[in-house]
């Protein structure tokens, strides 16, 4: 299994007695020797663990770029009780050290560590996690962690989302740690905003948006991140665009950037789970670069520019789930081709598809054109997402359809007789071939006045029922289905079956079995 490797520093307040240096208070207690020195220890981590003890019941975390193209990650979190000389404040870090190279394993995501990896809370943890007396702790393998689920902070909406994720990615464009966003409110719902962020910032700008989930007590000089955490009592710093938590408001400290490529792909896609959207982050802000860019001919048309977007999986996929929210899944998929066909000739255009429904006429010929020449009975669940889909249109060729293998005869031989006869056709040609029965039409004498003229049907038990229905009801002639087996041939004093009309139709429709077997040849 493909692990991480991180080197660890051990901070807290402990006696004499308990101190690698042998002195009392605040102090690194333990470091991993063979890869952190002590200098790195003292100027590049040691710095970032402050905890201001004026803040109560909060966790601070912490994720920067050392020197040594290094990555640090770290939790700090305040200790009840006091000291050995009875003064509170106290507080608890541990602190992960990681290559840069090492770390781009994660997509340079500090928050699948932090949501996987069971930091330490106590000396008496980091003891068993390998801290010895000499204040030496080994490196820790981190098994890759895979994202399996997601919960968004439901804190903002996806509007505020966008606009707080398109200023950030504006800053990160132009200044690269040349400026800060502080968040004041609750470090934890802060930490909750920056996860969902960075699900919406490119893997390459990772690296560039450092933050401190707790910076009370911190030197804007000193340490600078992309992202600050304040409680939310705290004075504002005017120099430093500002987010306010618990309303959700971006104050930005300069004008607003217009938007990217990139932002408009974002606005668009920022409906379904942040999961399924940061797949495709990173080649979204390439093609948007090109768009952007002078990689393009200017009389390029960008309408055509889909079928080059490698970001097409998505909104297929969004298509696809949008179509079978509206149809089902049996039907969506017996479609599918069809709609992601006529969705790549919309060029650029197809992603606003992603924000309406399919018009109900649309769904109607994409389906009657899948149903066109297929004559094999449907599943029951196709067959009930058929009945739901067609009940909106009793005269659409698909009701017909559903009829036909619902064995629905009145409501469907009252449909047929109200058609014209272009459509009536239509469906009946098509309902003949859907007959497993080998059929023929017949001219028998049967006595010395006339003949008797009908069908002969190669079938037996259900399907003979089944068959002898479907053709009654497009005859338009009263049948008995299960009084068949016992049926009697005609006599001289027999109650004629066809009345004049009927031999017409009776006609006809050889015709149509007859055009059907022309056509099978």
């Known amino acids: 299994m493909r692990s991480l490797e991180a080197a660890q520093v051990v901070y807290g307040n402990v006696e004499a007695a308990r101190s690698a240096q042998h002195r009392g208070g605040f102090q690194v207690l333990f470091r991993s020797s063979a890869n952190l020195t002590e200098e790195d220890v003292t100027r590049e981590i040691e710095p970032r663990l402050f905890f201001d003890a004026g803040v109560e019941g909060q966790t601070k975390r912490v994720f920067s770029v050392i020197s040594g193209d290094r990555i640090i990650l770290a939790q700090v979190i305040p200790v009840a009780g006091t000291d050995e000389h009875g003064r509170h404040g106290l507080y608890f870090g541990h602190a992960l050290v990681f290559s840069k190279d090492d770390f781009r394993k994660v997509d340079n995501n500090p928050f699948l560590i932090f949501d996987s990896f069971p930091f330490f809370t106590s000396i008496e943890e980091a003891i068993v996690g390998g801290?010895?007396?000499?204040?030496?702790?080994?490196?820790?393998?981190?098994?890759?962690?895979?994202?399996?689920?997601?919960?968004?902070y439901d804190g903002m909406s996806r509007e505020q989302l966008f606009e707080l994720s398109k200023f950030s990615l504006g800053l990160l464009r132009v200044t690269e740690h040349g400026s800060s966003i502080v968040f004041y409110g609750d470090a934890g719902k802060v930490f909750d905003i920056l996860r969902d962020m960075f699900f919406l910032i490119p893997s390459h700008l990772r690296f560039s948006c450092s933050f401190d989930t707790l910076f009370a007590g911190g030197s804007y000089g000193k340490t600078p991140y992309f992202a600050l955490g304040l409680p939310a009592d705290h004075s504002r710093e005017r120099r430093f665009a500002s987010f306010d938590v618990e309303q959700g408001e971006l104050s930005p400290s300069a004008e607003p950037v217009s938007l990217t490529s990139f932002d408009r792909w974002l606005r668009w896609m920022l409906k379904p789970p942040l999961v399924e959207i940061s797949d495709y982050v990173d080649e979204a802000v390439h093609i948007a670069s090109l768009l952007d860019g002078e990689h393009f001919a200017k009389d390029q048309r960008l309408e055509n520019a889909y079928s080059l977007l490698p970001f097409r999986a998505i909104v297929e996929k969004r298509l696809e789930k949008?179509?079978?929210?509206?149809?089902?899944?049996?039907?969506?998929?017996?479609?599918?081709?069809?709609?992601?066909?006529?969705?790549?000739g919309q060029g650029v255009a197809a992603l606003d598809l992603l924000r309406r429904d399919f018009g109900r006429e649309q769904l109607d010929g994409w389906l009657t054109a899948a149903y066109k020449n297929y004559y094999e009975r449907p599943s029951t669940t196709e067959l009930e997402q058929l009945g739901r889909f067609s009940a909106e249109n009793q005269k659409s060729f698909l009701r017909l359809i559903y009829l036909r293998w619902a064995r629905q005869w009145p409501e469907l031989r009252v449909i047929l007789t109200a058609l014209d006869t272009t459509a009536s056709d239509r469906f009946k040609k098509w309902a003949l071939a859907t007959m497993s029965a080998h059929v023929q039409p017949v001219a028998n004498r049967q006595h010395e006045h006339g003949f008797l003229f009908g069908l002969n049907l190669a079938t037996e038990g259900e399907e003979a029922r089944e068959t002898s229905a479907l053709i009654a009801t497009l005859l338009d002639v009263p049948i008995d289905v299960n009084g068949l087996a016992d049926a009697q041939p005609l006599t001289d004093n027999s109650e004629p079956m066809f009345k004049p009309n009927t031999i017409k139709n009776l006609l006809g429709l050889v015709a149509l079995l007859m055009d059907k077997r022309q056509e099978g040849n």
């Open 131 to 152: 801290g010895n007396d000499g204040g030496d702790i080994p490196p820790v393998s981190i098994s890759l962690p895979r994202l399996t689920t997601h919960v968004e």
């Open 322 to 344: 949008r179509l079978i929210t509206q149809v089902g899944e049996v039907l969506g998929n017996r479609i599918l081709h069809h709609v992601l066909s006529w969705a790549r």
